[in-house]
Each structure stands twice: as structure tokens, then as C-alpha cells.
């Protein structure tokens, strides 16, 4: 299949336009943790900065105690400890454990770092 070099300009234009809208995405994120526990504290440091280095600005992240909101637990069906969920954009993700390999979490979230 032979491609044009209009089309084939076209089309990288076309995923410039995607990239630097997917840049420009407001991430909406809830990471559920128990009490202070060390796996709670790493996961929330973790998921912090990578927030902070990938997401400047463009990012919501509340962090939900389930010994101080049980009901949330429900909401977003989650059964273990810690658990991020990817709320938006979409689609709906939830990432269990400390949150330690940086790589899969920003492939899991769709955080393209440049």
C-alpha cells in the first residue's frame, strides 16, 4: 500500500493534534489507602509526584481513608489496599498496590512523559 506525502503529513499533523490534546486532559484520580500504612504512604508519595512531574495543573487527586469513608469503597468497587482509579479521562482504570513500577503506572494511566 503506497501513501501520498500529503497523507503521510496528514497524518503526523493528525497525531501532533492527538498528542497535545491528550497533553491538555484534566486527570481526575481517587486513591483509596488504609489508615497511614507504609504501603498506603508509599503509594500516595509515588502517585504525588508522578502528578506533580507529568500533570502540572491538570490533575484532581483525592485520597479516601475506607476506616474514614467506607461508602466510597462501594462507589468505586474496590477491594484492596491502596488502589488508584483513574476516574477520567477515560476510560475508567483501577491500578492495585504500592504503585512502584513508574512505567507500567504511567502506561496504565495513559501518561505520555516526554
Known sequence: MSHSREEFL???EDSLQLLCDRQ???YVLRLYVANKNQMSLRAFERIRKICEE???GR???EVIDIYQQPECLEEDQVFAI???VKKLPPPF???IGDLSETEKLLAALDICYL
Open 59 to 61: 490533575y484532581e487527586l
Open 10 to 12: 496528514d497524518n503526523k
Open 93 to 95: 482504570k483501577k491500578i
Open 24 to 26: 491538555l486532559e484534566k
Open 82 to 84: 491502596p488502589t488508584l
Open 54 to 56: 507529568c500533570l502540572q
